[in-house]
T-cell receptor
């Protein structure tokens, strides 16, 4: 494909609402990663998928966060009962396989919780 | 604990001057280290990785295990090098652990 895409590009939501963020990886990439970047900070790893399996969910900040992936395609990151501290840019990346392969990043979704 | 530290939030140098972006890491095993770059209004992208030992856009980075550093260097900065630079470490569980980033500004 043309690259990793993410939608929406911007999302403003009220505190307490649920949001769903979408990531379309590069076709053929088996590994997919979600990161969070708060203003002025580095990227915070959230979760990775190998195929549709997420073996380690310990990076998710709380049980309000969940993620799923359909086969080796689209992934969604869902945040329930959003809080103001969830405001950040959420980045998705994909790579050919897990391991030390280059990660290709999407443009990110900027989430603002008011 | 696994950690990546980039001590400079902002680095400003004149065009043609040498550039060194510092990165220090903390990792108990044998690390794989990367530099990623984000140019204005563009996506984050890989600049170079320790394992390939290559020079990209004139940049090089040498892993110094004794000093636990992976500093990024370029002998003569160009205006197009202005960007955010992130150092990252690949840990044992496929996570990339990131530094906070350094904003590089090249003055004409």
């Amino acid at each position: 494909g043309a690259g990793v895409s993410q939608s929406p590009s911007n999302k403003v939501t009220e505190k307490g609402k649920d949001v769903e963020l979408r990531c379309d990886p590069i076709s053929g990439h088996t590994a997919l990663y979600w990161y969070r970047q708060r203003l002025g900070q580095g990227l915070e790893f959230l979760i990775y998928f190998q195929g549709n399996s997420a073996p380690d969910k310990s990076g998710l900040p709380s049980d309000r966060f969940s993620a799923e992936r359909t086969g080796e395609s689209v992934s969604t990151l869902t945040i329930q009962r959003t809080q103001q501290e969830d405001s950040a840019v959420y980045l998705c990346a994909s790579s050919f396989e897990l391991g030390f392969y280059e990660q290709y990043f999407g443009p990110g979704t900027r989430l603002t919780v008011t | 604990a696994q950690r990546v530290t980039q001590p400079e939030k902002l680095l400003s140098v004149f065009k043609g001057a040498p550039v060194e972006l510092k990165c220090n890491y903390s990792y108990s095993g044998s690390p794989e280290l990367f530099w990623y770059v984000q140019y204005s209004r563009q996506r984050l992208q890989l600049l170079l990785r320790h394992i390939s030992r290559e020079s990209i856009k004139g940049f090089t980075a040498d892993l110094n295990k004794g000093e636990t550093s992976f500093h990024l260097k370029k002998p003569f900065a160009q205006e197009e090098d202005s960007a955010m630079y992130y150092c990252a470490l690949s840990g044992s569980n496929y996570q990339l652990i990131w530094g906070a980033g350094t904003k590089l500004i090249i003055k004409p």
